[in-house]
């Protein structure tokens, strides 16, 4: 028996699909959009149509004054929204802020004349509650999380229950200090076969930081656990970096330790340093752009580790958006008689989207980097497939008919991977927004060979709001695999869930996620369970 388990940040299962529901009357409506969830191929949002979100519409995500990454709008309900990535910049996660896409002006006609604009009509001064944290700059959440997985033939399993809080700060209490806090930990007790059974407690720390910034100085100070816009090409580090940024460029140092890969505590094994400059157009204009360079050393217990220097670039247009990366190693020592070379390029990235029209998007890419350490929210033998294929190119369009129906189709040619030489074509298809219970169907088809596998994924889910707070999804696949090996049996893996999820007052979030897999050397069955409270 194989039971999957969630490594790094895959805590969340696929059940909290969206994260928000329409606010009762009496409610306050929250102005501000945050991701609530995040998976392979899919971004979910907090607003939906009820807050003027439509299929199509262009979604900025932003952290501090920065915009990290644009999403773009596939399905939507009255209160959420499933958006697809444009651009790859940046690792994305729940809590991080998102706003509307700036958009060109329409063009007026020829020669008109601007009419003068009517005076806005009177309204009546309106004051919301707001909550003491809000006033205070803080908003975030506390969960209670509960997995149970179990094998089908009875053989084994685990039990976990989680706690997590989310927390973010921005001027808190007036002061120039900014909070960025994702802390969570979890108590395992595994069962075996022979009857016995043991437990592992956990503590792993996301993010915690702090940061110094006065909103009318270029200045500023993040020290602790973070992850800088500016530098994605490190990821999450344990550090200082000191940024000087005007409206259309910053450069910034900094210094720190990378945490233990395995339980993200603090290591001092790895040590790294570096600089970079950044220029860009700034915010608030239609067509964004930036341009990063910079340099980073590591050593390893005082060892060489990795030297490179790194080339980032990124355009977000109304119709073209592009995000491009290079990392180039500089190898001395001992690296360089591994290598052979003194300068190496080891890593590459391009994605390219290009909105021909308002219902045809073409996509394409090339990812070349040998090792990327990935953020799961949820793994299911779709991502474990994609994940596999990583590395190569890809060329494909997504696009929509009328209202309520979509389509993508995908081609994709990997190398590096465990499979060896790999191609694969993928086919969607889709309907959503049907109806008052915003009914929506996805399907999904991949045909794929190897130097060591071919076979077919097909995939499908159906989901409905049950109420105008609550949402059920089911959902299913298949992965038939043919191995070109005698000796390495071929197999069929085959999987069924459902989600549900309810947002009660606003504030208080409830997820039930139930799957099982069966086939392929295994078979399990898991239950997961969760309250938040969204503050």
Known sequence: MTIRRRPGLALLPAAVLFLSAPAPASDV???????SYVTSSSVYVTEGSLSGVAVGDRLDVVRGDQVVAEIQVVEVSPSRARCARVSAGSNLSAGDEVRKAAADPPPSPSGAQPSPADPPPAQVPYKPRVDWWRAAGLRGRVGLRFLDVSAVDGSGGYRQPALDLRLDGSQVGGAPI???????????????????????????????SVGYRRRDEPLRFTLGRQFSPSLAVVSLFDGLVAEYRKEHWATGI????????????????VREYGAYYEVGSGMGTARRWAFTTGAVDSSDHGNI????????????????????????????????TAEG???????????????????????????????????????????????RTRRGSWIGADGKVGTHVSYGFEGRRSI?????????TTLRAGVHGLGRPAFAVQARSTRYTSDVVEGWLHSVSASADLT???????HGG???ETVRFSPIPSGRLSWYGLDWDAVLARRIVLTVSAEQNQGASEGTRQVYTTVSYRF
């Open 468 to 474: 105008s707070w609550s949402r059920l999804e089911v």
């Open 178 to 208: 900014d909070l960025d806090v994702d802390v969570r930990a979890q108590r395992t007790t595994r069962s075996f076969v022979s009857g016995s059974s043991e437990t592992e407690t956990r503590d792993r720390i996301y993010r915690l």
């Open 254 to 269: 900094f210094t720190g330790t990378q945490p233990d890969p395995l339980t993200y505590g603090y290591s001092s094994d």
């Open 341 to 387: 070379d003194t300068l190496t390029l080891t890593s590459a990235f391009v994605s390219l989207s290009w909105r021909v029209a308002d219902d045809l998007t073409v996509q394409g890419g090339f990812d070349g980097r040998r090792s990327v350490r990935l953020y799961r929210d949820s793994i299911t033998p779709e991502t474990e497939f994609d994940d």
């Open 305 to 336: 580790d990795r030297d490179f220097v790194f080339l980032q670039g990124r355009y977000d247009g109304a119709r073209v958006s592009a995000y491009a990366t290079e990392e180039t190693d500089v190898n001395r020592g001992w690296k360089k």
């Open 478 to 480: 298949t992965r038939i």
């Open 416 to 424: 590096g991977g465990v499979d060896g030489q790999a191609g694969s």
């Open 29 to 35: 409506p929250d102005s501000t959009s945050r991701i």
